[in-house]
């Protein structure tokens, strides 16, 4: 019968593969809940090295995974650079104990064109149908860091309820958003306001990106 250690190691190839998935701003990591404990086995994406201790996040999470009782816990929260998408995937031994661990991390606060560099094929890779699938899977992109900007704003206590859709639209911007076709729209519908505030926050955004730059901060 395979050891625990040797289950988990099993799943080393699957982490490479998964960081290539989730492309540059992807990071999967395989621990070992086995002495010592929460150590890295394998990682892939990211900053860190095997040997790598869990991060206080990855054991908030782990935890949390653990007090549900279940397999898999998915989420999106808030780490000190911004929101982040996570899935823990619990992995168990010959006799059903808990051996490891496989965490996968994707950052939210990307820029949207980087994001969809890594999620859709090359234009030189694309069929001569790809077209139309292009542009649904721009909308779901778009769509999905719309809803998701918006739940993490208007969840922080930090900013005011009359200043969310600001900071909301604020956001949008610094990632890119209003460059992609009819976002303004959407954004518009989503927070139920109408284009011309949308485009008043954007403008607003502009000055104050342009009041603050080192060329106008320059002393006379």
Same mark, same amino acid.
């Given at each position: 019968?395979?050891?625990?250690?040797?289950?988990?190691?099993? @799943?080393?190839? $699957?982490?490479?593969? $998964?960081?290539?998935?989730?492309?540059?701003?992807?990071?999967?990591?395989?621990?070992?809940?086995?002495?010592?404990?929460?150590?890295?086995?394998?990682?892939?994406?990211?900053?860190?090295?095997?040997?790598?201790?869990?991060?206080?996040?990855?054991?908030?999470?782990?935890?949390?995974?653990?007090?549900?009782?279940?397999?898999?816990?998915?989420?999106?929260?808030?780490?000190? +650079?911004?929101?982040?998408?996570?899935?823990?995937?619990?992995?168990?031994?010959?006799?059903?104990?808990?051996? +490891?661990? $496989?965490?996968?991390?994707?950052?939210?606060?990307?820029?949207?064109?980087?994001?969809?560099?890594?999620?859709?094929?090359?234009?030189?890779?694309?069929?001569?149908?790809?077209?139309?699938?292009?542009?649904?899977?721009?909308?779901?992109?778009?769509?999905?860091?719309?809803?998701?900007?918006?739940?993490?704003?208007?969840?922080?206590?930090?900013?005011?309820?009359?200043?969310?859709?600001?900071?909301?639209?604020?956001?949008?911007?610094?990632? +890119?958003?209003?460059?992609?076709?009819?976002?303004?729209?959407?954004?518009?519908?989503?927070?139920?306001?109408?284009?011309?505030?949308? @485009? $008043?926050?954007?403008?607003?955004?502009?000055?104050?990106?342009?009041?603050?730059?080192?060329?106008?901060?320059?002393?006379?």
């Amino acid at each position: 019968m395979r050891t625990s250690h040797e289950v988990l190691l099993r @799943y080393a190839e $699957l982490v490479d593969g $998964l960081a290539a998935l989730y492309g540059r701003h992807g990071e999967a990591v395989l621990y070992s809940l086995h002495e010592p404990a929460g150590v890295a086995l394998r990682v892939a994406g990211g900053n860190r090295q095997p040997g790598a201790a869990m991060t206080d996040t990855e054991q908030r999470l782990l935890t949390e995974l653990q007090r549900r009782g279940g397999n898999r816990l998915c989420l999106t929260h808030q780490r000190p +650079g911004g929101p982040v998408r996570s899935l823990l995937q619990a992995l168990r031994g010959p006799a059903g104990e808990l051996s +490891g661990v $496989l965490c996968l991390h994707l950052d939210l606060s990307a820029p949207l064109h980087e994001l969809m560099a890594d999620l859709l094929p090359p234009e030189n890779e694309r069929p001569q149908a790809s077209a139309e699938n292009f542009s649904n899977n721009v909308e779901e992109l778009v769509t999905l860091t719309v809803e998701r900007t918006i739940e993490t704003i208007n969840a922080d206590p930090d900013v005011a309820n009359n200043a969310k859709n600001k900071q909301i639209v604020t956001t949008l911007f610094e990632k +890119g958003i209003f460059d992609i076709k009819d976002a303004i729209a959407m954004v518009s519908d989503k927070l139920n306001i109408s284009k011309h505030t949308v @485009y $008043l926050y954007i403008r607003q955004k502009k000055r104050d990106d342009e009041e603050s730059s080192p060329h106008n901060q320059e002393n006379p």
